[in-house]
């Protein structure tokens, strides 16, 4: 059986992914490549298809968004705001972001990773952004990457498997193998 790709990263699309496994040696096929975007589109899809969507974040979040025929809004109010992560982000933009989820925009985050390394130490990921968002809009944000099980019920819908079929194995307690546990697969 091919093994399956699982990643909180939103900001590559599958493609891009597959790419970036390719360098290292891993063939895998798109279809087994799931990431926090994927998920996140397939998310407001199941609950939320007549909403007008904005969406922030990199190529990942936007191609998966343009791609689901989703009502998405490039800037104004939203039904539902999605954020991924966004290197380029302001101080004006989050604020701005603020006022939507204010004026009643339900806040959903890709994935709740406050931190992630770099060669020189730990830099902010998409989760201190979107608790950034929540803290000051007084709301409590949705967010569908590991540990969230979304991934792998997409992944145990979309190939048949059951529970018990599926094994997640990751580099990472808080976010790979509590997923697997959320989920109820082994881990």
Same mark, same amino acid.
């Given at each position: 059986n091919e093994p399956f790709y699982v990643t909180n990263n939103s900001s590559m699309t599958r493609e891009q992914l597959q790419a970036k496994l390719a360098k290292i040696g891993i063939d895998a096929p798109v279809s087994h490549l799931y990431s926090s975007a994927l998920a996140t589109v397939k998310f407001v899809q199941a609950n939320y298809p007549e909403a007008s969507v904005r969406v922030v974040g990199a190529d990942g979040i936007r191609v998966a968004f343009a791609d689901a025929g989703l009502a998405v809004v490039e800037s104004g109010n939203a039904d539902v705001l999605v954020m991924g992560i966004d290197r380029q982000i302001?101080?004006?933009?989050? #604020?701005?972001?603020?006022? @939507? @989820?204010?004026?009643? #925009? @339900?806040?959903?985050?890709?994935?709740?990773?406050?931190?992630?390394p770099s060669e020189e130490g730990f830099i902010p990921g998409n989760g201190s952004l979107v608790n950034l968002v929540a803290n000051v809009s007084r709301v409590e944000p949705i967010f569908i990457g590991k540990p969230s099980p979304v991934m792998l019920e997409l992944i145990a819908s979309d190939h048949s498997l059951s529970k018990n079929e599926m094994v997640m194995v990751g580099d990472n307690y808080d976010t790979d193998i509590l997923c697997g546990i959320r989920f109820g697969c082994r881990t």
């Open positions: 302001t101080y004006d933009k989050l #604020a701005e972001l603020c006022i @939507v @989820v204010q004026q009643g #925009a @339900v806040l959903i985050g890709t994935n709740e990773d406050v931190r992630f």
